[in-house]
């Protein structure tokens, strides 16, 4: 269902500041660490393994690469990620509710069912990702770009969207109820059906193939 804009005029990109990251990175590898409340590392690349069974408070990520990380059964609940990048990860269920991330950035990651409810996101990519039942309940978000993901039957219930983007996603089935979509463009996403009421709606742009399944959503027949 994919096209492009009704309208004439595109939507002016969304600037995303990205990760600032130094040159020289200290390898680091938290299975053996171990994650403790209020742990905290900075300034290093955890790569090719995996954490699991953690469950830790106000654990705080600072400039940092994961490379081909698993994280099961993990939950971090008020952690702070600062300037990081995951490449080639799977966070599949992971609870970061209550997170705070600045300038993050997730390439090719799993991220199933990820929990970041009452998030606060500032300039974060979620690119070529896979986050079906992911859950953004509650959360703030501004500047923050999906690209190319899947966020079939995702949870954005009364989230704060501001100068978001869905780029060439999957939305089918996602929850959108109390919240304001207006300015936001959802013309380059995949839909049949999604959890909206008509206020929410107010303002969002979509494509003209788009119009179709929303009128149906709120039990309007579209004679052909």
Not at 118 to 142: L, S
């Amino acid at each position: 269902m994919s096209s492009n804009s009704q309208t004439d005029k595109s939507p002016t990109p969304v600037k995303i500041v990205k990760p600032k990251l130094p040159k020289q990175l200290e390898s680091v590898i938290l299975s053996d660490i171990g994650l403790d409340d209020e742990s905290s590392f900075v300034q290093s690349i955890c790569q090719d393994e995996t954490v699991s069974y953690i469950s830790a408070d106000k654990v705080q990520f600072d400039q940092m690469i994961f490379q081909n990380v698993t994280f099961q059964h993990v939950t971090l609940e008020h952690a702070e990620l600062t300037d990081l990048v995951f490449n080639h990860c799977d966070l599949s269920n992971v609870n970061l509710s209550e997170a705070i991330m600045y300038r993050v950035q997730f390439n090719h990651c799993k991220i199933l069912g990820l929990d970041l409810t009452a998030a606060t996101i500032r300039n974060v990519v979620f690119h070529q990702c896979t986050g079906d039942y992911a859950t953004f309940r509650f959360a703030n978000m501004k500047q923050v770009s999906f690209q190319s993901t899947s966020l079939v039957k995702s949870d954005f219930y009364h989230s704060e969207l501001h100068k978001v983007e869905f780029l060439d996603c999957q939305i089918d089935q996602s929850q959108f109820s109390g919240t304001k979509l207006a300015g936001i463009d959802l013309s380059r996403t995949d839909f049949h059906n999604i959890g909206a009421t008509l206020e929410d709606l107010q303002g969002c742009i979509i494509s003209p193939h788009q119009a179709i399944p929303l009128t149906k959503i709120f039990g309007l027949v579209v004679k052909e």
